[in-house]
């Protein structure tokens, strides 16, 4: 429709043009045989007579008579006084074209825009010598007005044809449109985890067949949805996605990584578990893991096993991590906090406290699925894994202990605080290894420990008092 009432208005300035050209041409010559006598004779009445009969014409802005040194001998109208720069100049170059029809086009100076009005000019010629020219200005404010007209007619018939254009394919496409949408906001569902999404509606046609297939998907990720939450809770979320994401490849094997391994357990807990019930033994070791646990997450962790009263956190593994030392100290100190915040509030119900010692070390380790076919586990194991394990052992209660190489890691000693403790002996090794007991983070990092621990507290707190209104 733009295209066709483009077109139709093109035709119509150019009917305009042609009419206003064939006026002025024609009124232009004839006023050129007039003035042919009145113009050798110097007769200025007949000359004046001459521009003031043609210039009755509404349309007509103004007429004159020129000679050929260029002077306007005879003029009606404000256009051909000889004053303004525009006429000097179509004056100028009239006088040194070949004769014949002329179309100037000039700003008015005082009555029109530009581009409104036009002259057309005609020589005078006697037994074909030219003795002057003649000039008629029309003014194309009628064209205008007209053409103004006629596009506003135009442009209201393409837009109500539009209107209804679009009202119909509106009217149209929303019967065509609306299971479309509702796959479109089941398939958002979906992006946003909402799996229970189904398509009720039984089609035969291609909608139908993509309702079905979207529902059989559906089903599908639901699926591997729970499954991919229930293995969550026995493997940590890195490793539960490490199995997910490569189900068709999953076989013993491993492979040499750099990585910190964290054990941590709880002292004295045999004569802990004496006294207390299976039941009471449980809730404890639940409260205390949940707690280590989330630590653990905070500081890009992975609880690869829980052993009775200890557990074991991997740093580096499976994700790569370039700061897995670090990350290992800070969880421990970390774990450190919680356990005393957690004991304080033991000691206010008047429960006793559970004590925990640490122990971590870093180095190449091997990390893959360990065990049979039938039964395996992603883990780690090697030499720096059984230190990390002793280091726990030698550590009393509430202590950090880690290895003299894990803690001239470059980033560990620039962000920890921690001094010598004792050297061990390992069966296999000859020399003894050095080991430093950790006190806590340097001034810089101490923001972010204490943002992870409020961080952990909080979440605790909001979990007990939902289960109190629950």
């Not at 890691?409 to 920890?416: A, F, L, S």
Request: glycine share 8%; aromatic share 6%.
């Amino acid at each position: 429709m733009g295209l066709l009432g483009s077109v139709i208005i093109q035709q119509q300035t150019q009917l305009f043009e042609d009419q206003l050209n064939e006026q002025g041409t024609t009124l232009a010559r004839l006023m050129a045989k007039s003035a042919k006598e009145p113009l050798l004779a110097g007769d200025q009445l007949a000359l004046d007579g001459i521009t003031t009969g043609y210039a009755t014409s509404g349309s007509i802005v103004g007429t004159a008579i020129v000679t050929l040194e260029g002077e306007i001998v005879s003029h009606t109208g404000q256009y051909h006084d000889g004053s303004s720069i525009y006429q000097t100049s179509v004056l100028k170059q009239l006088m040194g074209n070949e004769p014949g029809s002329r179309l100037w086009k000039f700003p008015s100076a005082r009555r029109a825009s530009a581009g409104m009005v036009i002259s057309f000019v005609q020589p005078v010629t006697f037994q074909n010598v030219i003795v002057g020219y003649t000039m008629v200005t029309i003014s194309k404010s009628g064209m205008a007005i007209s053409l103004k007209k006629a596009k506003q007619a135009i442009l209201g018939a393409t837009i109500l044809i539009i209107l209804l254009g679009i009202a119909m394919a509106f009217a149209l496409g929303k019967q065509i449109t609306v299971p479309i949408d509702e796959l479109v906001d089941a398939s958002r569902a979906i992006g946003k985890g909402e799996y229970t999404k189904r398509f009720k509606e039984r089609r035969t046609d291609e909608i139908g067949q993509l309702m079905n297939a979207f529902n059989e998907m559906a089903e599908g990720m639901l699926e591997k949805s729970q499954v991919k939450n229930a293995l969550s809770r026995y493997v940590s979320p890195g490793v539960a996605q490490e199995i997910l994401s490569n189900l068709d490849v999953v076989e013993l094997g491993g492979k040499s990584i750099e990585a910190t391994v964290l054990f941590a357990d709880i002292v004295g807990f045999t004569q802990i578990a004496e006294k207390m019930k299976p039941e009471e033994l449980v809730s404890i070791l639940n409260d205390y893991f949940s707690l280590i646990t989330s630590a653990c997450e905070l500081n890009n962790g992975t609880v690869d096993k829980y052993m009775g009263d200890g557990v074991m956190l991997v740093f580096g593994a499976p994700q790569p991590d370039e700061d897995h030392a670090f990350h290992a100290v800070s969880c421990a100190l970390l774990i450190q906090r919680l356990i005393e915040h957690e004991n304080e509030q033991r000691r206010k119900k008047g429960l006793f406290p559970v004590q925990f010692r640490i122990g971590a070390n870093s180095g190449k380790m091997l990390a893959g699925n360990m065990g049979s076919r039938e039964r395996m586990e992603y883990t780690v194991v090697g030499d720096t894994v059984n230190l990390a394990s002793r280091l726990c052992g030698i550590a009393n209660k509430g202590q950090i202990v880690v290895s003299r190489d894990m803690y001239m890691n470059q980033i560990v000693r620039e962000r920890v605080l921690a001094g010598e403790y004792q050297s061990i002996r390992l069966r296999g090794i000859k020399h003894p290894v050095s080991t430093y007991l950790v006190e806590d983070l340097t001034a810089d990092w101490q923001t972010r420990l204490v943002g992870h621990f409020n961080q952990i507290t909080r979440t605790a707190e909001n979990e007990y008092h939902e289960s109190l209104a629950s």
